[in-house]
């Protein structure tokens, strides 16, 4: 059982930025964030290897970066030039599977109570 803890949502306006944090009780090889909007489906949006591969959707590449520290048990995701589109609860994800060292998709074995990000002017 991995446990997640998000932090760091907020209301901004477009174009600012924000920085997600997800403190887990454990790193797992695949970990990741997604979001989902009212009405909407689940969108998975960034997630790491155990060995830094990262993968983005279309919809946040180049605007979003995540990043993991085994050292402080630490996911964050820095979200630059935000956009109304980008509204959301955000959820910190993780796989955990002893035998892989790669994800197999987006994560979603665990994930955290989600933090809200709203983008408005």
């Known amino acids: 059982q991995v446990q997640l803890q998000e932090s760091g949502g907020g209301s901004v306006q477009p174009g600012e930025s924000l920085t997600l944090s997800c403190v887990a009780s454990?790193?797992?090889?695949?970990m990741g964030w997604f979001r989902q909007a009212p009405g909407k489906e689940r969108e998975g949006i960034a997630r790491v290897e155990s060995f830094g591969r990262k993968t983005y959707a279309a919809s946040v590449k180049g605007r979003f970066t995540i990043s993991r520290d085994a050292t402080k048990n630490t996911l964050i995701l820095q979200m630059n030039n935000l956009n109304p589109n980008d509204t959301a609860m955000y959820y910190c994800?993780?796989?955990?599977?002893?035998?892989?060292?790669?994800?197999?998709?987006?994560?979603?074995?665990?994930r955290g109570q989600g933090t809200q990000v709203t983008v408005s002017s």
């Open positions: 454990s790193m797992t090889h695949c």
């Open positions: 994800a993780a796989d955990e599977d002893p035998f892989r060292q790669t994800c197999g998709g987006w994560p979603s074995d665990f």
